[in-house]
């Protein structure tokens, strides 16, 4: 079974049709999203031998390695997103997923609309999402978006002059997820802009 096929393909006895489709479990999910490890899996299924009516996301959660609204999202949502023909936007699944605040996205698209790069890859780069979990997304609800350039507009923007020219210099950084502000001539020994 591919990481691309989010249902499992079940034989049923006795049934009309000899076939079933049944949504994957939410361990398979959650591993496949790279937002547990096999090992948080082992311990959380361990765990439900000895409470058996608590479900395994809620262990999950318990345990800290996941939020209850992560888990709730697979478990109830994501079955049925998957299924839909028409689109939100990416921000959104990762919000409801609870994976990102909406200080997050506005950080993310400030940055965005100042570099041109792809939404999730500038969550990938803030370190704000794994790259992992970000293709298990894209893979499951934007085929299509998959394999195209982190860099979406680049030339649109230079022409806009809202990238720094070749011979910009960073002049003020607050933290690694903030826009930079330039000044316009380099200092010796910097890194310049390669277009």
Request: with cysteine; proline share 5%; charged share 25%.
């Amino acid at each position: 079974m591919s990481i691309r096929d989010p249902l499992t393909i079940k034989s049923v006895p006795g049934k009309h049709s000899p076939y079933y489709i049944c949504p994957k479990r939410l361990g398979i999910i959650l591993l496949e999203a790279d937002l547990v490890s096999v090992a948080q899996i082992e311990v959380a299924l361990h765990d439900q031998v000895h409470s058996p009516n608590i479900r395994l996301g809620e262990i999950l959660a318990i345990r800290g390695w996941i939020k209850q609204e992560t888990a709730d999202f697979f478990a109830q949502d994501w079955p049925n997103l998957i299924k839909q023909k028409s689109r939100q936007r990416l921000g959104w699944y990762l919000q409801q997923a609870a994976l990102l605040k909406e200080k997050d996205i506005k950080k993310i698209l400030d940055e965005q609309r100042f570099t041109g790069v792809r939404f999730g890859t500038v969550a990938v780069l803030q370190g704000i999402l794994k790259s992992t979990t970000l293709d298990f997304f894209l893979m499951y609800l934007f085929p299509k978006e998959f394999k195209v350039s982190p860099c979406q507009n680049l030339h649109g923007l230079k022409k806009n002059k809202q990238l720094p020219s070749r011979n910009s210099k960073l002049k003020h950084f607050n933290n690694h997820t903030d826009l930079a502000v330039y000044d316009s001539e380099p200092e010796v020994g910097e890194i310049k802009w390669i277009d």
